[in-house]
């Protein structure tokens, strides 16, 4: 007796193929929610009568989401994505920045090399003026100062003690 083959095709991840289609689904999010990715990828319709999902497939779905490999490859694909978006918009940084330097030396005119010159200076804060301190206290310091607070507040207000002590 002849032992039948294993039809599922897994990957190093040890998904399915249909597993890292649903994977891919969530992680590009162009189809919405969990379960439209779920009804793409398995080819579940609507039900006919209600027009909304059938039962199974909301449970097939949350099955599929809890498993770990699962949930493991989406947080992977969404890291990626991350890390791909942020290298992207750096990448758009640099080229503007580069542009604007060009145009501040090679432009026709003076007044397109100043407008150049003044976005450069705009992208690193350079016209800002907004000063930023930085201030470190210790808790000790902290507490007595909420102390303090605390204790002119009831002084203004000594009603907030019998208020408080009758509700106790």
Do not use: W
């Amino acid at each position: 007796m002849t032992k039948k083959p294993d039809l599922k095709i897994v990957d190093k991840d040890n998904l399915t193929i249909k597993q890292r289609a649903f994977v891919r689904a969530i992680i590009k999010g162009k189809l919405g929610s969990q379960i439209e990715c779920y009804m793409s990828v398995y080819d579940v319709k609507l039900n006919s009568k209600t027009k909304k999902p059938p039962k199974h497939a909301h449970v097939d779905c949350s099955v599929l989401m809890s498993n770990p490999k699962i949930a493991l490859a989406i947080a992977n694909g969404m890291k990626r994505k991350e890390t791909s978006s942020v290298a992207s918009a750096l990448k758009t940084r640099d080229y503007v920045i580069n542009a604007l330097y060009k145009q501040s030396i090679e432009a026709d005119n003076s007044s397109s090399q100043i407008r150049a010159l003044e976005l450069l200076g705009k992208s690193v804060a350079l016209f800002s003026d907004v000063v930023l301190t930085e201030q470190t206290r210790d808790s000790e310091t902290v507490m007595d100062d909420i102390e303090e607070k605390l204790a002119s507040l009831i002084e203004e207000n000594p009603e907030l003690l019998k208020a408080d002590s009758e509700s106790g």
